[in-house]
């Protein structure tokens, strides 16, 4: 059974800087694509940053460019995303999410993903 599990999120100000974490397990899911998606009341989930299987394509949203990072250990069962210059309107529940598929598009929207985490929360003051 797949598992993900997110850590790392929190309080922190506006300029600082969170290592979101995402522990998978169940599967090797280094044929995976993964995303990190977030979520504020009211709104739909939205990407923040995604790749392919392989890791070799990647997306981040207009929002974080230049700011976030995703990435994955070597054995691919860990999903990171570092995020820096944090702002105010970052504040969200970061989830992680995973589709086991082969591809080198980009999947961007919530539907496509089949595993999702529990989602952890960012807050960032002003």
């Known amino acids: 059974q797949v598992q993900l599990v997110e850590s790392g999120g929190g309080l922190v100000q506006a300029g600082g800087s969170l290592r979101l974490s995402c522990a998978a397990s169940g599967r090797t899911f280094s044929n995976y694509a993964m995303a990190w998606f977030r979520q504020t009341p009211g709104r739909d989930r939205e990407v923040v940053a995604a790749?392919?299987?392989?890791?070799?394509?990647?997306y981040y949203a207009d929002s974080v460019k230049g700011r976030c990072t995703i990435s994955r250990d070597t054995a691919g069962n860990t999903l990171y995303l570092q995020m820096n210059n944090l702002k105010p309107e970052d504040t969200a529940v970061y989830y992680c999410?995973?589709?086991?598929?082969?591809?080198?598009?980009?999947?961007?929207?919530?539907?496509?993903?089949?595993?999702w985490g529990q989602g952890t929360q960012v807050t960032v003051s002003s």
């Open positions: 790749n392919t299987w392989s890791g070799g394509n990647t």
């Open positions: 999410a995973a589709r086991d598929v082969i591809t080198i598009e980009i999947m961007r929207t919530s539907d496509l993903y089949d595993y």
